[in-house]
């Protein structure tokens, strides 16, 4: 399975050269502990779970690193209004992040290392580009990038040097395409940062977001590695800005490869608090929408188009799940029958579920076609129906099926049925019911049959036995 990318740095799907081969170290920009993710953070956090499935899927063994921001302006802001300190405050949504991430079924990258645990590496990094000459202390005492000594700066986001003012200099970690200039990468002590502060050659102070990247991806995978991404939004200044600091200090290549995540949309428009279309995850599940529906939703869409996020499509994501979920029901009970799956005559599983397979990893291939991805799946389940329909489908070829779709589900991690936990109460009904079903106690059966309805299941009798599900 050979794998190509579109690599935001150079603009042209390469394919993907590890380089060392077989593995693949990758560096993702995770949340700022301030506050529940929005359903815009984790389109990107979405986007890198099928990256790194599809990476696992072509035999690729995976080190994935996704730092968490715990000091910045907004953390330190918001501690503050709390009254609590910095590590507390940001303790609370660090775990929330976790409990979402398990919600919409993200795996943990291999490390998750924090800012406020790797202060000495960045002092470390600072102290490089100082020696080298890339850096100087302001009158105001923080520590700045200086862009001009940089002749490379610019070459991530395509920008114009011609226009630079390098006499910009620029203390906030987020900022506009057209402020260009020097940027913090260490910043002194002020009233505004309270007790939140660390020591340095430069004084009193704490790092620059920026830094924070550059120091814990060298740290982890090494100070050239294969991949590294993002959300669109941080390819400038951001990943611009990461780039500057570690290759100015190493004098290597920081990263082969650039992916971006394109934005996500609310019923067509840019998601804001003030539009009053701005969701986290936790708004949508006290929806009543799931993490499996959620998901469904945001792998639907190719990663570089903008995603439009509408409630429309999670009412058919739950349409489209549930005829999966019917086609896999389907396939067990068939694969159940005659003793199970026993092979083609010629003793070979059957075959028919492998060209959707084919189609399904070669738009994984190409740069992760998503769309093209599940459309592999929904021609996989309606060859199945038709099969089945037909009456031609034994228990190897059902069998053959629901490998099939579990193989698909290892990138996509949406396809399988939620195993819905039946009560206690309505278990006991169940058991009963077979009990007189066995004597023969029609009448009973029925008024059993009732009660369990009551409690809001439905049971279906079938040449299999007795299906439940949730009315
Ligand atoms: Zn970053």
Redesign the pocket.
């Known amino acids: 399975m050979d794998l190509s990318f579109y690599n935001s740095l150079t603009r042209r799907v390469e394919p993907l050269r590890p380089l060392v081969p077989g593995t693949v170290r990758m560096?993702?920009?995770?949340p700022t502990v301030y506050n529940y993710a929005h359903i815009g953070n984790f389109r990107a956090y979405m986007f890198e779970d099928l990256l790194r499935r599809t990476l696992e899927y072509a035999g690729l063994a995976v080190t994935h690193v996704m730092?968490l921001?715990d000091v910045d302006d907004k953390t330190i802001r918001g501690s503050r209004a709390a009254g609590v300190p910095l590590r507390d405050y940001t303790a609370t949504y660090k775990k929330a992040f976790f409990e979402d991430l398990d919600t919409l079924g993200i795996e943990r990258a291999t490390v998750y290392p924090a800012a406020t645990d790797h202060v000495p590496e960045m002092i470390a990094l600072i102290g490089k580009l100082f020696e080298k000459g890339y850096a100087y202390q302001a009158p105001d005492k923080s520590v700045y990038f200086s862009v001009a000594k940089d002749p490379d700066y610019g070459k991530l986001a395509h920008l114009d040097r011609s226009g630079m003012r390098a006499s910009v200099r620029i203390s906030n970690d987020e900022y506009a395409k057209d402020d260009v200039g020097d940027f913090a990468l260490w910043k002194a002590w002020d009233e505004a940062d309270g007790d939140v502060k660390w020591d340095s050659p430069w004084g009193p102070g704490r790092p620059g977001?920026?830094i924070?990247?550059?120091a814990m991806?060298a740290k982890y995978l090494g100070e050239t590695f294969d991949i590294?991404t993002?959300g669109i939004d941080?390819l400038f200044p951001?990943?611009e800005n990461?780039i500057a600091q570690a290759e100015c200090a190493t004098g290597k290549p920081f990263v082969k490869l650039w992916m971006h995540c394109a934005h996500l949309r609310v019923d067509g428009e840019k998601m804001s608090k003030s539009a009053g279309n701005f969701y986290t995850l936790r708004d949508l599940l006290a929806k009543g929408y799931t993490g499996r529906e959620i998901r469904y939703v945001l792998l639907g869409g190719h990663y570089r188009q903008p995603l439009n996020f509408a409630f429309d499509a999670l009412a058919a994501s739950r349409t489209a799940l549930s005829r999966i979920d019917e086609f896999t029901v389907r396939m067990e009970a068939l694969a159940a029958t005659a003793g199970g799956p026993v092979g083609s005559p010629d003793g070979q599983a059957p075959s028919w579920p492998d060209k959707h397979l084919e189609s399904f990893a070669s738009a994984l291939a190409d740069d992760l076609n998503s769309p093209l991805a599940f459309a592999a799946v929904f021609a996989l389940v309606n060859e199945g129906n038709r099969l089945a329909q037909a009456g031609s489908l034994d228990a190897a070829g059902a069998a053959a099926a629901l490998a099939a779709l579990a193989k698909m589900d290892a990138v996509l991690g949406v396809l399988a049925r939620p195993a819905a936990a039946i009560p206690a109460e309505v278990q006991a009904l169940l058991d009963e019911r077979a009990a007189v079903r066995r004597a023969k106690n029609w009448a009973e059966s029925d008024r059993l049959r009732d009660a369990i309805a009551a409690l809001g299941w439905t049971v279906k009798d079938t040449k299999d036995g007795p299906r439940l599900s949730k009315s």
């Open positions: 560096y993702t920009c995770g730092n921001t977001w920026h924070e990247c550059s991806s590294h993002g941080n951001h990943h990461e």
